[in-house]
C-alpha cells in the first residue's frame, strides 16, 4: 500500500487504535518545494547576501557566488545523509572521519596500489557506505543511542584513517578522479561538476522524502516510532536504510573532497560533523525528528558559506566568523525547542 497525504492515511488506518492514526497524520510530511519551516532560514540566507552586498563589492559577483558553492558542496553533501538521520530522531557525529577514511581509500588504492581509478572510487564508496550500515546495526540490533554508537565510529574512523595513510597527504591523483574538480561556464562563472552532483542529490533525495513510501516512513518513524511500529512499518528496516544511505552520501561527499582538492587528505573532515548538523538546524530540520525538509540543509548550508565567505571579504577574524556560527545555532536550536514544546 502507498501512503499518501494525512487525510489519506486516516481513510487506510480507521480501523487502528485513535492515537496511532493521529500520531502518523501529524508526521509533517512536507507538501510544497519548500515549505513553510524553511521560509524563516531562506529568508536569513536573503537576508545575509543583502548584508553583505553593502560590505563589499565583489560579494555579489557570480565568481563568487560559485566559489560559496564550492565552499559548501563537501559539507552540503555530508548534509543529505545527516539530514536522513536527524529526520528519525538519531544524530551521527562519525560523518566526518568516515568521509575522510574513503576519501584516503580511493586516492591510496589508486595512487600507491596503482588499481584502475574508477575500481578504487567504487571501493571507497562501499566502504563508508559498509560504515553506514554497521552504524544501523549497533543502533537497530543492538539497540545503542545513535550518539554513543556513530562517536564510537568516529574514533575508529579516524584510528583507520591515520593508520591507512601513515598521515601523509596522498598526491599526484589520477585525472578520472578529479574530474569532478573541473569547472563547468555558466553565464561566465566556473561551477564545479562536483556542485551540480551536490545539487542533484538535493534534488533526488527531496524527491524521495517527498514523493516515495520509504520517503514517508522515514517522517513516520521519525516522528513517534512505536506508532509507526503498529501500523506495519519495518522501522528497523527503515533505520537501517537511512543510516545505510547516509554512508553513501559520505562517500560521494569524500569523492567531491578528493576532486576539490587534488589530494588524499588524511587530516579531511575532522570538524564536518558539526557543520553538517549546523547546516541541517539552521535549515529548520527539528533534532526531535519527523519534521524538516532536505533542501533546508542546502539553505543551511549555504547560510554558513555566505557568512564565511561575506566575513572573510569584510576582513573578519576566522575566530569571529566561529562565533557568529555559533550564535546562528543556538537560535535555530531555541526556536526549534520553542516550536517542539507548542506542538
Known amino acids: ?12 488506518f480507521n480501523t487502528m487504535p485513535g492515537e496511532i492514526v493521529k500520531s502518523l497524520t501529524r508526521a509533517h510530511w512536507p ?20 548584508f553583505f552586498s553593502t560590505q563589499s563589492d565583489r ?4 565568481q563568487n557566488f560559485s566559489l560559496i558553492l564550492q565552499q559548501v558542496m563537501v559539507v ?46 567504487v571501493v571507497g564508496i562501499a566502504l563508508s ?36 595513510s601513515g598521515a601523509e597527504t596522498i598526491t599526484n591523483l589520477p585525472p578520472a578522479m578529479t574530474a569532478l574538480g573541473n569547472p563547468l561556464m555558466v553565464f561566465g ?9 551536490m545539487l542533484g542529490l538535493y534534488l533526488l533525495t ?24 503498529l501500523t506495519g512499518i519495518a522501522t528497523n528496516r527503515v533505520l537501517l536504510g537511512v543510516y545505510t544511505a547516509a554512508g553513501l552520501l559520505y562517500g560521494i561527499a569524500a569523492l567531491l573532497s578528493v576532486a576539490r582538492t587534488g589530494v588524499g587528505d588524511p587530516q579531511a ?11 541541517v538546524v539552521l535549515g529548520g530540520t527539528s533534532l526531535f525528528g519527523g519534521r524538516g525538509v532536505v533542501l533546508g540543509s542546502l539553505v543551511g548550508a549555504l547560510i554558513v558559506g555566505v557568512f564565511v565567505n561575506g566575513l572573510t571579504l569584510m576582513g573578519v577574524q576566522s575566530v569571529y566568523q566561529m562565533l557568529i556560527t555559533g550564535i546562528l545555532v543556538l537560535l535555530a536550536v531555541a526556536t526549534d525547542q520553542m516550536v517542539h514544546k507548542r506542538r
Not at 560579494?59 to 557570480?62: A, D
Not at 575522510?100 to 574508477?118: H, I, R, S
Not at 559498509?130 to 550518539?147: C, D, E, H, Q, Y
Request: charged share 10%.
Open 269 to 279: 573532515g575532522q570538524t564536518d560533523n558539526l557543520a553538517s548538523i549546523t547546516a
Open 31 to 50: 507538501t510544497g518545494f519548500l515549505p513553510l519551516s524553511s521560509l524563516g532560514p531562506l529568508a536569513a540566507l536573503l537576508l545575509a547576501c543583502l
Open 206 to 229: 527531496w524527491w524521495v522524502l517527498r514523493d516515495t513510501a520509504p520517503g514517508r516512513h522515514v517522517y513516520a518513524v521519525g516522528n513517534n516510532i512505536e506508532s509507526a511500529r
Open 59 to 62: 560579494f555579489l559577483s557570480l
Open 1 to 12: 500500500m502507498r501512503l499518501g497525504s494525512p487525510s489519506s492515511l486516516h481513510k487506510s
Open 129 to 164: 557506505t559498509g560504515f553506514g550500515m554497521i552504524n544501523g546495526l549497533l543502533v537497530t540490533k543492538a539497540r545503542l543511542p545513535s550518539f554513543i554508537v556513530t562517536l564510537a565510529t568516529l574514533n575508529i574512523a579516524f584510528a583507520f584513517t591515520q593508520i591507512f
Open 189 to 197: 562563472a566556473p561551477v564545479l561538476w562536483g556542485s551540480l552532483v
Open 76 to 121: 552540503g553533501t555530508i548534509a543529505i545523509g545527516q539530514t536522513l538521520i536527524i529526520l528519525t530522531a538519531g544524530i551521527d557525529l562519525s560523518c566526518g572521519a568516515i568521509m575522510a577514511l574513503a576519501n584516503v581509500a580511493m586516492a591510496k588504492f589508486a595512487v600507491q596500489y596503482g588499481w584502475d581509478p574508477y575500481l578504487a572510487i
